[in-house]
C-alpha cells in the first residue's frame, strides 16, 4: 500500500498528546518527571526576562527625559498576512509483513534521521510490575545480542551520529541521526537495537537501580508527587493512572524474562512505524527498510485488556509535607483521547483556561492576585483517554485562596459564553505558531507520525488552520457543558497540611484525605502503605461548594446564591 503526498499541511498542534512530546530526538527522562513540571518553570523564566526587558525600557525612557514626550507614540506593526508554507513531500508505505514507512524528503544537510515508533508503552505492562516498558526501552541501546553497550556508543560516535531510546503510555521509540555516508550503517544499528536487545543481567540490574534510586528521590519531590497522583486519581488503577517508570517495589520485581516476554510480544513489523526524514530519496529510504527489516516476520498482537477509568468523580486527597513553604495544586478531571471528533474544539477550550493565547487562570492568580508566578492548564490526549489539568504553586498562605479561584474558573468556562476576542486569541496563537512547528523535515516527520499513531482522518491533512478558525464560541459552550464537570473535579493539592486545611474549610472545601508524604503509595487502593494506620486520615464532612464567582456557588451542578 502507498500513500504519496506532496507538500501537506499537517493538521495538528497536539501540544498535549504524548507522542507530540515524546516523538523528537531527545531520550525521554528516566525520572519520570511530567513535562507539565518543565513547561511551567519555563514560564517563570520567561516572566523574568520580560521584567527586566520592562525595567530596562524604563530606564531608558526616564533617561530620555522631556525628549520621549508620550513615547511610544507610534502603534505597533500590524501583523503580516498569512502566507503560505511549503513542506517537502513525504511517501507511506506498508511493508508486506506490515511495516509502515514514511520517507520525508530534505537535502539541505547531508543527514539522515530515522524514527522507530512501537506501538506499546506502559499500557502493556505486566500486572504487578509497573516500568517493564520504560526499563526494556531504557535497555534497548545498552547492548545487543551482537554488540556490547560500549561498542553500540563507539559505532554511532564513529560515524558522527546520535541513538536514543525511550518510551511512554501508549508507545515507545529508537531515535538515530547519521550523515548520508552512513545511512546504512545506521540502519543496520537501528535494526539491531530494535530488534536484537541482550538484556544482559548486569545492565538490567544497573538500570534497575538508577531506576530506583530516582524513584526514591521522586518521593519528596512535590511538584512530582502532585503530577502522578492527580493521574492516580483521574484513572484509578487504568495503565495510564500508575507510575510510567514504575515504582521501587514494581522495578524490584521486574526479571529478565519479563522484559524479553515484553519485547517478544509488542516488537513486531506490525506493530511499528519506522519514518526516514533527509538527504535520501523515497527509493532508497523504501530499499533500505525492506533490506534491514523486510525479513521480519508478522506476529499476532494480543488485544489490550484494561480496566476502565472511573468516572470523574469529586475528590480532594491533600498530601501532607510539613517542611514545605508552598503548595503545589492539581486540578482536572477525565477527558477525551485524541482521536475525539471535538478534540479540537475542547482544546482551544482549555487554552482559554490556561493555555497560550488567553489564559484566564494566569491573569486571575498571578496578574491580578499575585499569588503565583503563574498558572496554566492543558489537555493530555492520549490513545484510549485523556484528561485535561490545571496547575500552578502558591505560597502556603494563599492556597486557599488559589483553589478557590482555580475551581470558579472551571466553571465559570461551563457555565458563560466566552468572549470572541478570547477565542480569537486562542485562535491566532494556535494557527500562528503552527508553521513552527514544522520547520524542518523531523518536525513534519513528527506531525505525520501523531497522524498515524492516533488513526486520524488523512483528508484532515492541509486544513488545520481553517479548522482552528472554524471553531466558534457555540462549540466552546457546548464542549465545555458536556467535557468540564465543577462538581467532580480531582484535586490534589501537596504542602503543609496543617496550615491551610482551614483555609480550604473558610473557602467552601470541607471533604479532603490528609495522607503524610511518607505513607503515600499509589499502587495501593487506599492510597496508603500498608501496615500503617489511618491516624493521619482526616475527612471533614460533605465536599462543599464548588464556586463560580463572589456570589454564587455550585452543589452537584447546580448555581445557588452564597450565604451572607
Known sequence: MTTQVS???????????????????????????????RARRGSRSAWLVGAF??????????????????????????????????????????????????????????????????????VQDLPGKAGVANLAAALLDQGTTTKSAQQIADQIDFIGGALGTGSGSDLSFVNAVVMKDSFDVGMDLLADVVGNPAFAADEIERQKQQAISTRQVNRGDPDYVASVLF?????????????????????????????????????????????????VTSEEAFAAAQRVFGGWPRAEIEPLKTVDPPPPTRRIVIVDKP??????????????????????????AVKILGGEGANRLHRVLRSERGLTYGAAADTEARKQAGHFVAETDTRTETTGEALRLMVDEFARLQHERVFEREL?????????????????????ATQILNVVFYELPVEEIGTFRERVQQVTPDDIQRVARQYIRPAHLSIVLVGNASAFVPQLR???????????????????ATLRREGRRGAAFESFGPFGSLGIDSQHFIVDEKLFPRPR
Open 7 to 37: 507538500a501537506p499541511f499537517i493538521p495538528t498542534s497536539d501540544r498535549g498528546t504524548e507522542a507530540q512530546r515524546i516523538f523528537g530526538f531527545l531520550r525521554v527522562s528516566m525520572s519520570g518527571t511530567p513535562p507539565r513540571r
Open 424 to 444: 480569537s486569541d486562542a485562535q491566532a496563537y494556535l494557527a500562528g505558531s503552527f508553521p513552527l512547528t514544522i520547520e524542518t523535515p523531523n518536525e513534519i
Open 231 to 279: 493521574d492516580r486519581l483521574v484513572y484509578g488503577f487504568h495503565p495510564y493512572g500508575l507510575p510510567n517508570s514504575g515504582t521501587p517495589e514494581t522495578l524490584a520485581a521486574i526479571t529478565r524474562a519479563d522484559l524479553q516476554a515484553y519485547h517478544r510480544r509488542n516488537f513486531v513489523p506490525n506493530n511499528m512505524i519506522l519514518a526516514i526524514v533527509g538527504d
Open 323 to 348: 517542611d514545605a513553604v508552598q503548595t503545589e495544586i492539581r486540578v482536572g478531571q477525565l477527558a477525551i483521547p485524541r482521536k475525539h471528533p471535538d478534540y479540537l474544539a475542547f482544546d482551544l
Open 53 to 122: 526587558w520592562a525595567v530596562g525600557l524604563v530606564l531608558c525612557a526616564s533617561g530620555a527625559g522631556a525628549q520621549t514626550g508620550n513615547w511610544p507614540s507610534e502603534r505597533p506593526p500590524r501583523p503580516l498576512a498569512a502566507r503560505d508554507v511549503k513542506f517537502p513531500p513525504y511517501e507511506v508505505r506498508t511493508l508486506a509483513n506490515g511495516l509502515q514507512v514514511i520517507t520525508v524528503l530534505h537535502y539541505e544537510q547531508p543527514a539522515v534521521t530515522m524514527r522507530m515508533l512501537v506501538r506499546a508503552g506502559s
Open 506 to 524: 473558610r473557602v467552601g472545601f470541607s471533604e479532603f484525605d490528609v495522607i503524610p508524604i511518607e505513607e503515600l503509595d499509589l499502587m495501593s
